[in-house]
Every structure is written in structure tokens, then in C-alpha cells.
């Protein structure tokens, strides 16, 4: 065998060893998903709750709720997600159910307000 089949040989391993190793990682476990289908439903019930009291879902920046629950960066993660495609048509569904969700909250108030809102 010459050095570049020897190379080639090897390097065909190698390769199938990195796609198995790539492909799960974009995996995730049963218990990974639940843990974050519990967070969800966690952070959509303190976003519930906030807009309940507040009247909107305008959550200032390190806000927590009464548990502790960090909701203002939950809420910003949720955005960023959808802005970039990775929120599930269910999730988006629920958190357009809450009463004043606004995707871009900075934007929404200009149009409705005409102040820039910071």
C-alpha cells in the first residue's frame, strides 16, 4: 500500500468518526428536551403572570420574578430565537397567546407611541 492510501485509509475512518460525533451532538436527549419543554412552560407562566399584573410583556431588563425566575433574559431568549428561525410553531403560538406578546417590543412601541422607547 503507498502512503497516500495509507493516508486515504485512514482518513475515511476518521471523517465517519467526525459525522457520528457531529451528528450527535445536534441531538439531544429525551431529558435534555424535557428540561427545556419544563423551562418553557416555566418562563411562559411568569410571562403570564407579568402581563397580568403589568398590563404588558415590556419586562425591564434583569427582571426576576417572585420565584426567582430570571424572566427578562428568558424573554430575550425567546425573541432571539425566533428572529432567527429555532422557535417551534408551538412555541411561537403560545407565546402569541399572552395578552400584549410583542415580537420586537423596542420597534412596536416607536410605531405606536412615536417615542423610541429606551
Known amino acids: 500500500m503507498t502512503d497516500q492510501q495509507n493516508t486515504a485509509a485512514g ?3 476518521r471523517a465517519e468518526r467526525l459525522e457520528r460525533l457531529e451528528r450527535g451532538v445536534e441531538r439531544r436527549s429525551a431529558a435534555q428536551q424535557q ?11 411568569a410571562l403570564r403572570a407579568y402581563a397580568h399584573a403589568q398590563g404588558d410583556t415590556l419586562v425591564p431588563d434583569g427582571h426576576l420574578d417572585a420565584d426567582g425566575f430570571p424572566l427578562a433574559a428568558w424573554v430575550a ?15 411561537r403560538a403560545a407565546l402569541e397567546g399572552v395578552p400584549g406578546w410583542q415580537w420586537e417590543p423596542v420597534r412596536d412601541r416607536w410605531h405606536r407611541t412615536g417615542e423610541n422607547g429606551i
Do not use: M, N, T, W
Open 77 to 91: 431568549g425567546e425573541r432571539i430565537a425566533h428572529l432567527e428561525g429555532e422557535l417551534s410553531d408551538e412555541r
Open 11 to 13: 482518513a475515511r475512518p
Open 35 to 45: 428540561a427545556d419543554d419544563e423551562r418553557f412552560s416555566q418562563g411562559l407562566a
